[in-house]
């Protein structure tokens, strides 16, 4: 049988699952794939971590670049992390020598994949990352292979799990944000530093990488990106009241000739499907034609995740199933037009804290109206013993820089006591 | 660029909607995969038909069998239907004669797959069949590639609309089977002769073929079929008032040593997912480590989602990605044990329609407790104005064939005034 020369790059917790599981597994995953997969060097950082199992001392690397250059390497696996420095010099060294590469690392394929693809092609190797983007939901594949027929107007969904995890823990224990992060953080659902989890940023590379694949385009860092910090317990009780769940979701859509890229807290119906995935989960949704709406529901991170997408990479490049690492050829791809969402319309939920005295509503209510932004409905709560109200708006469709000037008109007026909130809602 | 010569066999809804999507994409469909879909022939067995569009002359076959002697003919696509007759003759000489072939035939793959592929591997050509499961849920190719990695422990789900489609809008409307069939019919929901799709036969087609890939198995024909023909709308009704939807599903799952394949309607927990899944819909659940559980939802049938699926055989088979049909090679795949469902365990919904007198209840727990089966919930409800009541029984699980012992005990009696219900529930 046919062999393919693998070296591993990073043996973290992932690296490490990966390893111990080829080796478990290497009887099965050749039969499947018809070649074997070998693994003959590794190179981690810490060579001496404990990892719970043994590694030849013939295997390691002296220096991990040193894969890039050996003949008998057919592919390497990339899994150092991060944009710059050592991963980035690993996978261009390794693609410009001809390697096949598989990585699970999201930033630096949202910030150099087009780069990088255009030499893969070039030299005829693969270049798969299925495990960049939401591990145990087979996304990329799916857009790359089992919908590939279709024309994509529309792909969103819960892409964080921590981020999902920390929204439906506030919302089922009437938690605070500082609260239920806390606790995350015990259980082992978010690291020491979350920030790229909960500003966003997380999402933000994902929904590049999936954007690119879905409409044929490069790379694009027109994006608007917003986190979770600003969401406080409030915020999701009265939406619950109203009839919603908060969610961080990713969008990206085509809608005329335009592409939005948008990632932010949404106000999304309780009834609808994304609102029933709580905890960890991610969830993608793809619209296109011919194929109607299709929905890909998993486990979005972990090793045991990610590891299956990374085999499911290693095998295809087993097959010796050489494919463009966005779907199609760097010829082909477009520079496509990516709008900003002020020019979007949406309706949104405000809630804005003000003492309690007469005229202040009126001056509210006259400020949207000066906006030409209509309000659906209008929720004025008495704060107990505190002389403040809260008053809650949801307003029809509007354009989304009205929406905008119009939190800054508020915000700047002294009868506002807190910050005010705006939230997007999905009405779809 | 590289050309792979088609000929389409059967142009009905789906042929015709696929050949139209073919034509009018065939430029981006070559792109992506570096090589052109040419179509060079079709046949169909009513050549007049009214299309809608028109098919040059030249490209039509004079028997449908000649694109097998055809040397020109690398792709055979057919689209006739049906395990037996022509549709049998057209796969086997194709595959024969060293072609590819996708189909869309569920019943063919269900019951000569396990030949097929063997010529197919035998022959080096790809035969897929992404079409036959599911359509816009492109469920096959992620268990051949996506999710590759996964030692799979159980598969279940959504696989036939119509049925779903009955059994929401019941649950919905409230009407009888008879006035939903009514108008599922008018509405293109269910065909004209339903019967396949009712009595659970079209989901059993899918599973087995499903079972297969997950458990890279044979196909086996150790499956427990039950339809939605005996549902009524009192059974939904009281399922509704417990906590439950009902769902025509279907399970395949390795417990210990042992594969059961079963289609049964199941009363499943209203906040689950699977409850959520309404309409003509389709959804797959599949458990396995180390992903974990992954979900593919979509349009499950129709011209527009298999046409989806087709595409995406057709794309594999473009870019030269010759698989095993059932993902592993047939000297690998085993004769595993699949078993009765006779022996695995089950909670249950009972409903008993009987003479209102005293004695009645006594009886009906009596023959519970004889078959060691105990009672987790009982509701007894008078029917009005008819002297009778019906008994409701929830039980903790027991083994299959105490469940139907007790049914058939009781359905003896005297006081039981029409066939008592057994209804599988899924507490999971």
Redesign the interface.
């Given at each position: 049988m046919r062999k393919l020369n693998i070296a591993i790059i990073g043996l973290g917790n992932i690296g490490s699952?990966l390893f111990k599981?080829l080796k478990k597994?290497k009887k099965i995953?050749s039969?499947?794939?018809?070649c074997i997969p070998n693994v003959i060097y590794v190179s981690a950082k810490n060579r001496n971590r404990n990892r719970g199992f043994k590694i030849s001392n013939k295997i390691w690397l002296k220096n991990y670049l040193d894969a890039t250059k050996n003949k008998n390497v057919d592919l390497i696996i990339e899994l150092i992390g991060g944009a710059e420095g050592p991963a980035k010099k690993l996978v261009f060294k390794a693609l410009k020598n001809g390697k096949h590469v598989v990585t699970a690392n999201k930033a630096l394929i949202a910030k150099y994949g087009d780069q990088l693809a255009k030499i893969a092609e070039n030299n005829k190797v693969n270049l798969e990352f299925?495990a960049s983007v939401c591990g145990?939901?087979?996304i990329i594949?799916?857009l790359k292979?089992?919908?590939?027929?279709?024309k994509i107007n529309k792909v969103y969904g819960i892409f964080n799990g921590t981020s999902n995890y920390i929204l439906s823990s506030m919302d089922k224990e009437n938690k605070s944000f500082d609260d239920v992060l806390f606790n995350a953080k015990k259980l082992g659902y978010a690291e020491s530093n979350p920030s790229s989890d909960l500003n966003g940023d997380d999402v933000s590379a994902k929904l590049k990488i999936l954007s690119s694949l879905c409409f044929n385009s490069f790379l694009n860092n027109n994006i608007h990106v917003e986190g979770i910090k600003n969401i406080d317990k409030d915020d999701i009780s009265y939406a619950k009241k109203l009839g919603y769940k908060i969610k961080l979701l990713g969008y990206a859509e085509l809608i005329g000739k335009h592409i939005f890229q948008r990632v932010h807290p949404t106000l999304i119906k309780e009834s609808s499907?994304v609102a029933?995935i709580d905890g960890v989960l991610n969830a993608v949704i793809i619209d296109?034609?011919?194929?109607?709406?299709?929905?890909?529901?998993?486990?979005g991170a972990g090793?045991?995740?990610t590891?299956?997408a990374?085999?499911?990479d290693i095998?295809?490049i087993l097959?010796g199933?050489v494919?463009?690492p966005f779907?199609?050829?760097n010829k082909?791809r477009k520079n496509l037009n990516f709008k900003q969402i002020s020019e979007r319309d949406f309706s949104a939920y405000f809630r804005f804290n003000v003492i309690d005295k007469p005229g202040v509503l009126s001056n509210i209510t006259h400020i949207f109206s000066k906006n030409n932004v209509s309000i659906k409905r209008l929720v004025q709560d008495p704060n107990k013993n505190k002389g403040s109200s809260s008053i809650i708006i949801i307003t029809h469709p509007s354009k989304d820089k009205y929406l905008n000037k119009i939190i800054g008109t508020i915000n700047r007026r002294s009868y506002v006591k807190k910050k005010s909130k705006l939230i997007r809602i999905d009405d779809e």
């Open positions: 699952y599981y597994n995953i039969k499947k794939n018809n299925e145990g939901v087979p594949r799916s292979e089992g919908l590939i027929a279709n499907y029933s296109g034609a011919p194929v109607g709406q299709s929905i890909i529901q998993g486990e090793p045991a995740a590891t299956s990374l085999i499911s095998s295809s097959r199933n494919k463009f779907s199609i050829s082909e």
